[in-house]
């Protein structure tokens, strides 16, 4: 049930054993890797809030007869629906959003429905419930938009490039006045793209890992949109969850004002990996001399992309153990295993 490449380092310390979550889009990538942590280390319940539109009951269906697992399937657009999620949760995970800079170029108001609309009924929902401890949400690296400057740092952000960047500062925006208006205090995790396991390649917005290594699969050539210098701090899903896990959980933060305050953090391997790296190691990974082929950068892209981890590894104790080869490897063996 648990794949046996990932979560075999503990990211915890206490027992999870009395602890209820709830991950919102937890039947997407990164959710549904976070639920395989929670439940693999015993959580005593673990909810998933998603309505199935990017995400798949494929990802959460081998732990839907455990007694600890509930999948809910319902829109973050609708409170009534986030206010039932949320009932009896002690953790929430917030990780549902519709994703891709290209998709909110071509459908701005979805986007910001979901993104926006949803995730401020989240937010509402967790403010008010009695029994929440902590509120942790999926940001991201969109936000430093233009800014050219690198490595990205917390507080140093540029103009966004694209609607999606909107969505994703505006819910840091809404979380940072709920903190000061409220008193209600939640953590961003700025995710600089993510891989791994479980994320589908067969999607029109698709991200490029998944794509590629389903092209060397095939032994079929990859389009590189631009030169192929573009570069970014690819971030394996271990990594990702590690940082989710720490946010949740870590009682003894190691700055305590983090849980009297809205905080965001670069969540990343504080490195750069350009694309044309990236298919010279994806050759020696499958073996196979594939060249890609280069066509035109796209829209609303940033060139160039590294993240500062210092804010995540002094304040969370974060420490990202996965490098950029150790889980492309971990996730070309995936998607061969599976046929994606
Ligand atoms: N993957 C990355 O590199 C990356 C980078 C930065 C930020 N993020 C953010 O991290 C989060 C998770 O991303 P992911 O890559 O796992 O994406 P994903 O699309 O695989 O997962 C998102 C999940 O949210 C669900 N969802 C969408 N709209 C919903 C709605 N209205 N109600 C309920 N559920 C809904 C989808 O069905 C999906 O299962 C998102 O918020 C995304 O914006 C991801």
Excluded at 83 to 109: E, F, K, M, T, W
Excluded at 265 to 277: H, R
């Amino acid at each position: 049930m648990y794949n046996p490449d990932l979560y075999k380092t503990p990211y915890h310390k206490e027992s999870l054993s009395d602890k209820t979550f709830l991950v919102t889009g937890g039947a997407g990538f990164i959710g549904s890797n976070l639920v395989e942590y929670l439940l693999k280390y015993g959580a005593k319940k673990v909810r998933v809030l998603d309505n199935l539109s990017n995400g798949y009951f494929e990802n959460i269906k081998e732990f839907i007869d455990l007694p600890s697992f509930e999948f809910v399937q319902g829109d973050i657009r609708d409170l009534e629906s986030c206010r039932r999620a949320v009932a009896d949760i002690d953790y929430i995970s917030h990780q549902a959003a519709l994703g891709s800079v290209p998709r909110s170029i071509n459908d701005p108001i979805t986007t910001n429905e979901v993104n926006i609309g949803g995730f401020l009924n989240m937010l509402v929902a967790a403010k008010d419930s009695q029994v929440c401890k902590r509120f942790v949400y999926a940001a991201s690296s969109s936000t430093y938009g233009d800014s050219k400057e690198l490595p990205k740092v917390e507080g140093r952000e540029g103009k966004p490039l694209s609607p999606y960047a909107v969505t994703k500062a505006l819910n840091e925006m809404y979380a940072e006045v709920f903190s000061k208006v409220y008193g209600f205090h939640s953590i961003g995790l700025r995710y600089f793209n993510v891989f791994g396991p479980k994320q589908n390649p067969n999607n029109p917005y698709a991200a490029v890992i998944p794509i590629f290594c389903k092209h060397f699969i095939e032994g079929t050539q990859p389009t590189i949109n631009g030169d192929g210098l573009t570069s970014r701090d690819f971030t394996f899903v271990e990594n990702a969850v590690q940082a989710n896990i720490k946010a949740l959980l870590k009682e003894s933060l190691i700055k305590e004002s983090v849980t009297q305050t809205h905080e965001v953090f670069n969540t990343a391997c504080g490195d750069q990996v350009s694309l044309n790296e990236m298919v010279t190691l994806l050759k020696k990974i499958s073996n196979k001399n594939i060249d890609a082929k280069y066509g035109l950068e796209r829209a609303g892209d940033v060139k160039h992309s590294k993240a500062s981890i210092e804010k995540i590894k002094i304040e969370l104790g974060y420490y990202p153990l996965f490098s950029f080869e150790d889980g492309l490897r971990i996730s070309f063996n995936w998607y061969r295993k599976n046929n994606q």
